[in-house]
């Protein structure tokens, strides 16, 4: 009998995620890059996160991609960058991962939370239009999932009032809306390459895509300490640069997105047949077809189901909860809301299903079951069939 790969199964469990599967299949290619870069000796920028950079720039459809330490560096030096800071508000999604807000924070602006579309969960344009005011510099275009937003609802939202439109593409690499790729939607796009994202480092980084050469230059600057030129500081910078060794690794893995992304998009649409209409799953527009960074399905109790399907070996995760304006960091006026009742629902029935590439078409088969048979237990039914 043929041994299953190794890593498939932990102990016979889905696996939420299995990083481990995804770079058996290319360990010699990783080790090649790694072996390049000992040999370069360019650790710290340098020729490897220059040539990621044009690679990532050319498949995002940008002219320049800058890259940093994280995504969370990506997000507050692409407002730096923009002058944006003490006094501006920034129109942002309340249900995120904690970072979108949290990098207005840090540049001494705040964050405005908007609520977001029971469909899709992603940024409502006409929530987004009724926080627009005298302070609004920008708004944070979530593409939560793996599916952009309503980009040109929130490009006519933004241009009567001169708003700059910033993408946070951290769970996008490579997702389309009308055909053209996350990073050339808006003025600017901040990606992550945490580890388990689409395009993910063996360790944090991060980018910021833009076709605007002055914003390019300026956060080439922010990143190094504000260095023009080798030991001329011109402002107060940060070390923010993304290390030599995660450009190397993740120029191998960029040639792999593809074709990643095309196997969770299998995954989803097994899941779909299987799960559909009895479970409430993530609307997909047909202009913005998602890459499936992760599953999300939602249940009127989750933890109930979370816990039925950890009882059967099956790994799942909650992205997010608390919503972000529920979380204790913030003090007082550090953040602007008001009511955001579909972040709140996100918040409190959001499931994600196991999803990535590696992940069998027998396990979603096992895993679809498994929820069918959460959902008939009276307490864990689908938020769907709520009356
Ligand atoms: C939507 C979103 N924004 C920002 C970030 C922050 O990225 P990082 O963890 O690389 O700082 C993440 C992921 O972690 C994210 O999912």
């Known amino acids: 009998m043929e041994a299953p790969p190794v890593g498939a199964r932990r ?36 020729v490897e996160v220059e040539q990621f950079e044009a690679e990532f720039a050319a498949y995002s459809q940008a002219r320049h991609c800058v890259g940093v330490a994280s995504g969370t560096a990506a997000l507050s030096l692409m407002l730096e960058a923009y002058g944006i800071g003490p006094g501006d508000e920034v129109i942002v999604p309340a249900h995120t991962f904690i970072a979108s807000a949290l990098a207005v924070n840090h540049v001494g602006a705040t964050p405005v939370l908007c609520d977001v579309l029971d469909a899709t969960g992603l940024v409502d344009p006409d929530a987004a239009r009724a926080l627009v005011g005298p302070r609004t510099a920008a708004i944070l275009a979530v593409h939560l999932y793996g599916q952009a937003c309503d980009m040109d609802a929130i490009q006519a939202l933004a241009g009567p009032h001169n708003l700059l439109v910033l993408e946070d593409a951290a769970q996008a690499h490579g997702a389309t809306y009308h055909g053209r790729r996350t990073g050339s939607l808006g003025d600017a796009a901040a990606f992550s390459f945490y580890p388990s994202k689409n395009l993910g480092a063996l360790g944090d980084g991060g980018a910021i895509c ?67 209409p009895g479970v409430r799953l993530v609307e997909e527009r047909p202009e913005s077809p998602s890459v499936h960074h992760l599953f999300p399905a939602r249940f009127e109790d989750r933890d109930a189901v979370a816990r039925m399907l950890a009882a059967l070996g099956i790994e799942t995760g909650v992205h997010y909860s608390p919503a972000v304006q529920a979380h204790p960091a913030w003090k007082n006026g550090q953040l602007r809301h008001g009511e955001v009742p579909h972040a709140d629902a996100w918040a409190a029935e959001e499931l994600s299903l196991p999803m990535h590439p590696d992940l069998r078409p027998h396990d979603v088969e096992r895993v679809a079951q498994a929820v069918h048979a959460a959902v008939s237990v009276p307490t864990a039914r689908s938020g769907v069939n709520r009356c």
């Open 210 to 276: 833009t076709d605007d050469d002055v914003l390019a230059s300026r956060i080439r600057r922010l990143r190094n300490l504000g260095q023009r030129t080798k030991g001329e500081h011109v402002e107060l910078g940060y070390n923010e640069r993304l290390d030599g060794l995660q450009a190397a690794l993740l120029r191998v893995k960029l040639g792999h997105l593809d074709e990643w992304n095309s196997a969770r998009q299998s995954r989803a649409a097994l899941y779909r047949k299987l799960l559909e």
């Open 11 to 46: 102990g016979g469990n889905v696996r939420f995620v299995a990083l481990d599967l995804q770079h058996a299949h290319i360990e010699r290619e990783l080790t090649e890059a790694f072996s390049r870069l000992l040999g370069s000796s360019a650790f710290t920028l340098g």
